[in-house]
T-cell receptor, first 112, second 112 residues
Framework: DAKTTQPPSMDCAEGRAANLPCNHSTISGNEYVYWYRQIHSQGPQYIIHGLKNNETNEMASLIITEDRKSSTLILPHATLRDTAVYYCIVRVSPNRDDKIIFGKGTRLHILP | GAGVSQSPRYKVAKRGQDVALRCDPISGHVSLFWYQQALGQGPEFLTYFQNEAQLDKSGLPSDRFFAERPEGSVSTLKIQRTQQEDSAVYLC??????????FGDGTRLSIL
């Protein structure tokens, strides 16, 4: 699986959009971009994934650049409950039932 | 409950003791994963089951670690002759086919 690079930490004001970047310059054509988050003392929680088109669900939006070398997770109206570590992961097609390789992620602090 | 359940939530053991950690996956989920998460790090893969078959145990750090899932549902991770470096949060995840992995909240193991 391709390696990802994320900033170690970010701050965002409550109510504002949180934009979390991820670089994955070595991504290959059959690899998807996944995002998970981990709130303190809980297990990781799936947020969203995509291949090349932008994706949106009830939790967040995922914007993938045209060359697929980077992406941004957007939380449109951040709340204090969004304080967590956010992991950007690149892995082969979801058709494969395979282990997740986590990095260190981005620690997002939502400020009141 | 509808989620992945892990027990105990916290476990304290003396160095050299054996411990057993339990995971109840979501009902009907074929795939089950164990991860180890050290303080301040992302989760790291330990082992993977598809039904009762252990298809990947490449992440188990030593032969003191053993996992089983005899009837294809509940799984137990056993650590023999525990050492201080085994202190970590042990996470279990389950999935069904193409769906993302669902994680439990983990067992926090402290070896004194």
């Amino acid at each position: 699986d391709a390696k990802t690079t994320q900033p170690p930490s970010m701050d965002c004001a409550e109510g504002r959009a949180a934009n979390l970047p991820c670089n994955h310059s070595t991504i290959s054509g059959n690899e998807y971009v996944y995002w998970y988050r981990q709130i303190h003392s809980q297990g990781p929680q799936y947020i969203i994934h995509g291949l090349k088109n932008n994706e949106t669900n009830e939790m967040a939006s995922l914007i993938i650049t045209e060359d697929r070398k980077s992406s941004t997770l957007i939380l449109p109206h951040a709340t204090l409950r969004d304080t967590a570590v956010y992991y950007c992961i690149v892995r082969v097609s979801p058709n494969r039932d395979d282990k997740i390789i986590f990095g260190k992620g981005t620690r997002l602090h939502i400020l009141p | 409950g509808a989620g992945v359940s892990q027990s105990p939530r916290y476990k304290v053991a003396k160095r050299g003791q054996d411990v057993a950690l339990r995971c109840d996956p979501i009902s009907g989920h074929v795939s089950l994963f164990w991860y180890q998460q050290a303080l301040g790090q992302g989760p790291e893969f330990l082992t993977y089951f598809q039904n009762e078959a252990q298809l990947d145990k490449s992440g188990l750090p030593s032969d003191r670690f053993f996992a089983e899932r005899p009837e294809g549902s509940v799984s137990t991770l056993k650590i023999q002759r525990t050492q201080q470096e085994d202190s970590a949060v042990y996470l279990c995840a389950s999935s069904l086919g193409l769906q993302p992995q669902h994680f439990g909240d983990g067992t926090r193991l402290s070896i004194l």
